[in-house]
Structures are given as structure tokens and as C-alpha cells.
């Protein structure tokens, strides 16, 4: 079993930059494809960027330019940088690992969420 937790969430004003971190339970950093996905409130589900183990991303286009999604395998940290943050980004941002390229990715672990707020 592969626990996820994410940090880095809170308040920020529109225009700001977060960075989020992702740990994991156990060293899957050099398996796994991780990714990040995000909910706003009654909206679906939706993927925000993944990484393969080899270090290939991809970020969705509607966030291409401001997010940028990043991992350090020696450390088992999983990173989403975001910039030039709107209030449509409010959401809880989950990590996950699973399966995937640098086309597609399907994600089979997932953390418990840290919610981002983009408010002023």
C-alpha cells in the first residue's frame, strides 16, 4: 500500500504562487508515473499534470504556462508550482501515482487533498 500526503495548500491572493509537496510512504518515486489532480467545489474531478518516473510532464493545456509540475527522486517529493493563481483554481489539489507516459496516465494511489484557496 503507498500513502500520499500533500502540504503546501492555503490562502492566496489572485495573482500569487504556491508551491504544493507530495511525500510518499515508501520510495515509489523511481516506479511510478505521479501526477496531480484537482476538485473544485461541485465540479468533477480533474487532472492537473503528471510526470513519469524519467522525468517526461505533461500539464493540461488550461493551466500550460502556469503550473509546472516537478519531482526530486533522490528526495521522494513530488512538487506542483503555481503561478499567476485565479480564483477558479480554488480547489482541493490531490497528488497520486499510478500508470502512465508522457501521453496518458491513470493514477491507482491517492493522498488525502490540500485545499487551495485563490481569493483576495
Known amino acids: 500500500q503507498v500513502q500520499l500526503v500533500e502540504s503546501g495548500g492555503g490562502l492566496v491572493q489572485p495573482g500569487g504562487s504556491l508551491r504544493l509537496s507530495c511525500t510518499a510512504s515508501?520510495?515509489?518515486?523511481?516506479?511510478?508515473?505521479m501526477g496531480w489532480y484537482r476538485q473544485a467545489p461541485e465540479k468533477q474531478r480533474e487532472r492537473v499534470a503528471h510526470?513519469?518516473?524519467?522525468?517526461?510532464?505533461k500539464v493540461v493545456d488550461s493551466m500550460k504556462g502556469r503550473f509546472t509540475i516537478s519531482r526530486d527522486n533522490a528526495k521522494n517529493i513530488l512538487y506542483l508550482q503555481m503561478n499567476s493563481l485565479k480564483p477558479e483554481d480554488t480547489a482541493v489539489y490531490y497528488c497520486?501515482?499510478?500508470?502512465?507516459?508522457?501521453?496518458?496516465?491513470?493514477?491507482?494511489?491517492w493522498g488525502q487533498g490540500t485545499q487551495v484557496t485563490v481569493s483576495s
Open positions: 510526470i513519469t518516473s524519467g522525468g517526461k510532464s
Open positions: 515508501r520510495n515509489i518515486f523511481n516506479i511510478y508515473t
Open positions: 497520486n501515482a499510478g500508470s502512465g507516459d508522457s501521453n496518458w496516465y491513470v493514477p491507482n494511489y
